[in-house]
């Protein structure tokens, strides 16, 4: 179905951006809003996902679990590309001030500057925070 | 305007359950609409019914409570949250075979897709947290 | 854009994010422990005027009061709203980012 049939049947799309700031396991806005994230997929809105200052450690590859016993959903950002959610936009001010480059996240995502990410939020019709 | 509210903390241990009330509040008696208060990570324990706040300072379900019943709020929990933290209404009890609920009045637990759905339909989402 | 930041600028960097990440021309308001970004002789206070010249910032007056801050002594351009204000403020932008 055409965007413009959707509308027309009342089905609004809206650019629907998650903002992501948190480091995972420390807390559980990490997991919870990436729950938010996959029921949200459903709902077939103009999703991305932003990641900034510690939401970037989110996407650290490498994460074992085991010895804190808790649970490792880190894979998680692996299958969002199945749920149609492949907008992901890291902040490189977040990650070279923790020292992280591409090559150490565990997804492919896009590196934008803060001014790029002040404009990719004007954007947005809504915007959640966790 | 219509406003969807989310609410990120409880009741007490940060001010978000506060100012979320306050702000929910003046726009209802500013003629705004409130589509949806969505309770989220622990703001689901403002739907609990069994706290007893002291007696000289303000209490923060009651005050739930007493706004929807006012203005037909629809106040929800989330059930994924719920089922982390322990908040239980008689549907749940059955289905996870627990002895109690606690469920506070106006409250109803159900899924994000009802924060989803309140990001779609409203005008501005308010997000209170930490 | 309305912005919101509810936390004190000693306690997390959510208003150092805000103001990187936060256009000319937006509103920002500091509301909860957020409002002591709002104060005279802080050393974020000059962060802080220096944003007023290119977006609109407020700070929640119940907030201020509550934490036994004086509102003569706010930061000049930084205009104190109350709840009212709050909800004009959200209603009057496009949507709203709470720098939490």
Redesign the interface.
């Known amino acids: 179905m055409s965007e413009e049939d959707m509308m027309e049947e009342g089905g609004t799309i809206k650019k629907f951006m998650y903002v992501n700031r948190r480091a995972p396991y420390g807390s559980i806005y990490a997991l919870e809003s990436l729950e938010v994230v996959l029921i949200g997929a459903a709902f077939e809105q103009d999703v991305s996902m932003l990641f900034v200052d510690d939401g970037v450690y989110e996407l650290k590859k490498g994460q074992d679990t085991k010895a804190v016993d808790m649970k490792n959903f880190s894979p998680t950002y692996r299958a969002l590309e199945m749920y149609d959610v492949e907008k992901l936009y890291v902040e490189k001010e977040s990650m070279d001030e923790r020292g992280l480059t591409q090559d150490d996240l565990l997804v492919p995502v896009e590196v934008m500057t803060s001014a790029q990410v002040a404009e990719l939020m004007e954007e947005q019709d809504v915007v959640f925070n966790f | 305007m219509k406003f969807a509210i989310q609410v990120n903390e409880g009741p007490y241990q940060h001010q978000a359950a506060d100012t979320a009330y306050q702000f929910t509040k003046i726009a209802l008696e500013k003629g705004h609409e409130v589509f949806r208060v969505f309770f989220y990570h622990d703001g689901v324990n403002n739907g609990t019914r069994l706290t007893t706040p002291p007696q000289d300072d303000r209490h923060i379900t009651n005050r739930w409570m007493d706004l929807a019943e006012k203005y037909d709020l629809d106040m929800v929990v989330c059930v994924a949250a719920a089922q982390r933290r322990g908040v239980v209404d008689d549907d749940e009890a059955k289905r996870q075979g627990k002895d109690a609920t606690n469920i506070a009045p106006r409250f109803r637990i159900s899924g994000l897709g009802q924060l989803i759905e309140a990001g779609i339909q409203a005008d501005r989402l308010m997000v209170f947290g930490d | 854009?309305l912005h919101t930041v509810?936390?004190s600028p000693y306690e997390k960097?959510?208003l150092n994010?805000c103001l990187?990440?936060?256009?000319s021309g937006s509103a920002i308001l500091l509301?909860?422990?957020g409002v002591y970004a709002a104060m005279k002789g802080t050393s974020v206070a000059e962060k802080v005027k220096t944003a007023t010249q290119d977006k609109k910032l407020y700070a929640l007056g119940?907030d201020l009061k509550a934490r036994g801050l004086d509102e003569g002594q706010v930061i000049d351009g930084v205009t104190v709203v109350d709840?009212?204000g709050?909800?004009d403020l959200?209603?009057e932008?496009d949507?709203?980012?709470?720098?939490?």
């Open positions: 854009m509810n936390k960097n959510s994010t990187r990440l936060a256009s509301i909860e422990d119940p709840y009212g709050f909800v959200a209603a932008s949507k709203v980012q709470a720098w939490l």
